[in-house]
């Protein structure tokens, strides 16, 4: 799992490439390069998710207190800021909701909407990272770690980028945290909703916590926070760090070690992306020269297309995310990414991708050191026959016939056009 390369402020390089090509010999990398602590795990989570959706498809009610949620003898699912202002929350009863504020429009669920927008929401947080980590529909986690940023600055940069897209192309606000662990990071990411954007460095993870109230704190709820305050007199996250462990021992019992090691920012967890072997397919290449020809790296960047694809053909999945990776000499690394709008088995609509997101990825046209090709957004399902024309039927079958004969003779003996173009030009 890629996320386990990085440990204490040590980022493992990638080993040697992972397919061999005749030409290009693998060239062995350093083992370890020592970074600084960079916050390089983000938790994100989508503003009042559910009226956002909504929003989307209707802009004239942005602006309106609205909510979404049944209207008889329902509950309010989620509500806008503006309905908030007026004392709605979640879950209130609609009716409750109705006496409050008057003139609340009542939104109905709208089936299906919200999956499909979430799903578009952790697509585009995987053109930035490949380990994201979806927790909820509208609140996850992404580990940098991989993306080589070696800055805050760098790392803040992309993530208010991916903020910024995720409002441009699903209209959806979201808000962000940064910090070294997932702890920090997710209380960071609810400070300052809508739109928030916290960020921690690592190493001030207690001054961070120490004014807030102790309710901030994952496990800590209303009455926990009540009780702790009236019995207490503990009211801030610092009332906490600043007792001795006597005095905790006595508080919070057994558990005393946790609730000081959290109230510190202490976190170990790791970014964890669920059935890790299914969520993604991808191959990367080491040049044992580095290679500055556009022609040439879109040509192995099609090879491992072909490559994949089989591999995902053969796992009866399908892939909907397409990532080209590239990284420089000096190790710097750019991935750009796009989702397909239904998951495919075949090469043709990914060929299309290879030029404009390596284009988009290779923004200095140094020579490059390396490039990858990544497929995620992995759908196991069976197709849906009609969501095929007639044409992708034959492409199908046609790659399976050649997928056949491949295994059978053990390499690439039929090979596509574009790797032919190549082979020519060498000999
Ligand atoms: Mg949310």
């Not at 795990?41 to 998710?49: G, I, T, Y």
């Not at 600043?242 to 510190?264: H, P, Q, V, Y």
């Not at 990414?337 to 990914?350: I, K, Q, V, Y």
Request: aromatic share 6%; proline share 6%.
């Amino acid at each position: 799992m890629a996320s386990r390369k990085f440990l204490n402020g040590f980022s493992f390089c990638a080993g040697p490439p992972l397919c061999g090509n005749a030409g290009l010999v693998p060239r062995q990398l350093p083992t370890i390069v020592p970074t600084p602590a960079l916050p390089t795990v983000v938790h994100l989570d989508a503003d009042a998710f559910f009226v956002s959706c909504e929003l989307a498809l209707k802009p004239e009610l942005r602006g309106t207190k609205c909510a979404v949620g049944g209207r008889e003898r329902g509950i309010i699912s989620s509500a806008s800021y503006e309905a908030r202002a007026c004392g709605i929350y979640t879950p209130m009863p609609t009716a409750r909701a109705l006496q409050v504020c008057p003139s609340l429009i009542m939104l109905p669920h709208t089936s299906g909407l919200y999956s499909k927008v979430s799903r578009q929401m952790f697509d585009l947080c995987e053109t930035l990272t490949p380990i994201v980590q979806r927790n909820s529909i509208d609140e996850g986690y992404l580990d940098l770690g991989p993306c080589g940023f070696t800055t805050e600055v760098e790392i803040e940069t992309h993530v208010r980028q991916l903020q910024q897209r995720l409002g441009d192309e699903l209209q959806i606000p979201v808000s962000f945290g940064l910090a070294a662990n997932k702890l920090v990071a997710q209380i960071a990411s609810k400070l300052r909703k809508p739109r928030g954007f916290v960020v921690v460095t690592p190493g001030t993870e207690e001054e961070f916590l120490a004014p807030l109230p102790l309710g901030k704190l994952p496990g800590i709820g209303a009455k926990t926070e009540a009780a702790l305050a009236a019995k207490h007199g503990l009211k801030l996250v610092r009332d906490i760090t600043s007792r001795n462990d006597t005095e905790l021992k006595a508080i919070f019992g057994d558990g005393w070690r946790d609730m000081l090691a959290t109230a510190r920012g202490v976190d170990e967890r790791l970014v964890e992306t669920e059935h890790d072997d299914a969520k993604s397919y991808s191959q990367q290449e080491t040049f044992s020269a580095d290679i500055g020809d556009f022609s040439e790296i879109e040509r192995i960047a099609k090879r491992m297309v072909d490559e994949l694809l089989a591999k995902i053909r053969a796992d009866k999945k399908r892939v909907r995310t397409m990532t080209v990776k590239v990284r420089y000499p000096d190790f710097v690394q750019e991935a750009h990414g796009r989702s397909l709008e239904n998951a495919t088995d075949l090469e043709a609509p990914f060929y299309a991708l290879v030029a404009p997101l390596l284009r988009a990825a290779w923004q200095q046209r140094r020579p490059l050191r390396l490039v990858s090709v990544k497929f995620s957004g992995v759908d196991d399902e069976p197709a849906q026959l009609e969501m095929f024309a007639q044409s992708d039927e034959k492409r199908r079958r046609l790659a399976d016939v050649l997928d056949r004969l491949n295994a059978s003779r053990g390499s690439a003996v039929v090979q596509h056009g574009h790797q032919l173009a190549k082979r020519r030009g060498a000999s």
